[in-house]
């Protein structure tokens, strides 16, 4: 049964094209409402009945989903039209847009792993005595409070909580599982009259707590992303105190957190034999969610923040995002891309942006200024970071005439500039920018103002891994698939470099190889390389004893990169006994030229004559000469019974 668009032009403010809809989409479309919030509130009672209603509205979402409790029913699907779309300057122009909007929404989210967290209420305030104690008096009733104090207080009345003395030392964890060390830790001595004092001060005292206040004032514990669990506050600032205090009384309970990142240990390109590779991850993540752990790396799901650079930056994609996986992130670009000209529209622009900065400023762009032009159509995602330069070529290679990324001004932007200007390498445009802006209208002016630039007339269909959607995408948006596109650096595509002359076939660089780019081959001394697999981790460059490798960033799209070539080959040697080959001629030679004759164990020619045999002549040899190391005394007679009793008779 196709689903039903419920209309409503907010009081006439906007035009909707209902016959257009209904004929670039699966849906059937209810008649225009006027005021379904409010006067026309039955009619949407009526549709929601139906258990197939899409509500063309997100400014009341709230209002329908209580309509639809009230009901027991299932709550409707909602589309932002009006903001997004319907107040523009540009009037019934945005009909192919809301087309394109409206085909994304029925494609539905997809259910995501959760991670369940048990918070006891274990809280742990931190700052001055004025403001810690108040706070604590406010929330021991729902809460087991603690209070860190550097300095005792002038007087200490307290009920239901506990006060302690000392310097917090280090904190970690996140919600439900924060462990702290404290030093000079003193407790309090309850005994006695008068005001309790306290212990002797010690170090090294532990504690574990599901929540942290902090009331410092100071430097937050955490850098980065907020950190569930972690409540700050100014405390020269009332109205924030407030707001803490009460956010922190709802943390007990059970609570669920999506699993955002998946990890592939098997493809991780982080280091090998204890060299380090890649670190794009670790570097990245502003959560300190991601550690070392041996040759791979390990994800706190506890302490990530989902804000998905790791995902973006990670060349073998052995991380997968799941909170929208990438796979679904694709198919919205393609399904916008698609709906968008199969309603008859042009030349499409693609706004990237977050649910907070970004639909805000939509929102207010719309309602007090010109809006979003015609042909922008906004992708709204929890991060802009997980927009990596693959989403960016796909969405290029789908039919969008140029990607505009809204980064909040507050955010640390650096691995959307990064992937950004990686795209428009690989894409050899500028079809794609960051923007970094708070005030609505100057959104619409730089969006009205931006150039469309050519549009891949020959849409793609973005399926498999990122760097298979990368290729793909790149081979779309050229002409030339002959010449090696060349790419910034550290980018992670590329060659390699070889130096010849320095390089003697030892083959460490292919057995620390992460993606199978380097191989062997078994018959003769080859170095062979597959440059569609290299991941530029720079594991071979550091492995090498003779330095004779180099990265060369840059994106091959001729066929000749998925098939493996030889970087390097020499001549083998013949064992001088029975001719088998094996090793580097040169190799051989050159160890000759060092060791007969030269070396004690080598002084003889006869013994010079064993670097140039195969390892079986060379054991051969070994055995049945005069010194042979493996020469032993000869072995005892063997004491059969007759001689044991032949030895009897003589007695």
Known sequence: MPKRLILCDCSGSQQLDADLITKSCDVTCSRVHSDLCTREIGA????????????????????????????????????DLRDRAGWGEEGAKPGPKMAALINEAMLGTPPVKMLEILSDGRCLILGAADVTLAAADQLAHVLSVTVLLDQPPEMMDHHGYDVVLGQLKTVTGALGQYNVKIDRLRQVNPGGRGDMGFGKARDGGRTECDLILDLSGEKALFSGHARDGYLRADPGDPQAVGKAILEASHLIGTFEKPLYVANNTQVCAHSRAEITGCSACIDSCGSGAISADGDHVTIDPNICAGCGDCVALCPSGALQFEAPATSHIFKRIQTLASGYSSAGGVAAKLLLCDAEHGGQMISLAARYGRGLPADVIPL????????????????????????????????????????????????????????????????????????????????????GTRRQVTRLAAKALTDNTDTPIPLPENAPYGALDINTDACTLCLSCVSLCPAGALADNPDRPELRFVEDACLQCGLCTRVCPENALSLVPQLDLSDAAMNARVLHEEEPFACISCGALFGVKSTVEKVTSLLAGKHSMFATSEAGKLIQMCDNCRVEAQYHSDSQPFQGADRPKTVTTEDYFSKRKDH
């Open 44 to 79: 949407a009672a009526t549709e929601i009945k139906s258990g197939e209603a899409i509500i063309a509205c997100l400014q009341e979402q709230a209002v329908f989903a209580e309509l639809a409790e009230e009901l027991d029913v299932p709550c409707p699907e909602f589309v």
């Open 380 to 463: 709204e995602l929890e991060s802009t970071a997980l927009f990596g330069h693959a989403e960016m070529l796909a969405a290029l290679a789908s039919g969008f005439a140029r990607v505009d990324v809204l980064v909040a001004p507050r955010s640390v932007a650096q691995t959307q500039a990064s992937e950004a200007v990686l795209a428009n390498a690989i894409s050899q445009s500028d079809q794609i920018r960051l923007l970094q802006l708070d005030d609505p209208d100057a959104l619409s002016d730089a969006l009205y103002d931006a150039p469309a630039g050519p549009s891949n007339t020959t849409p793609i269909l973005a399926i």
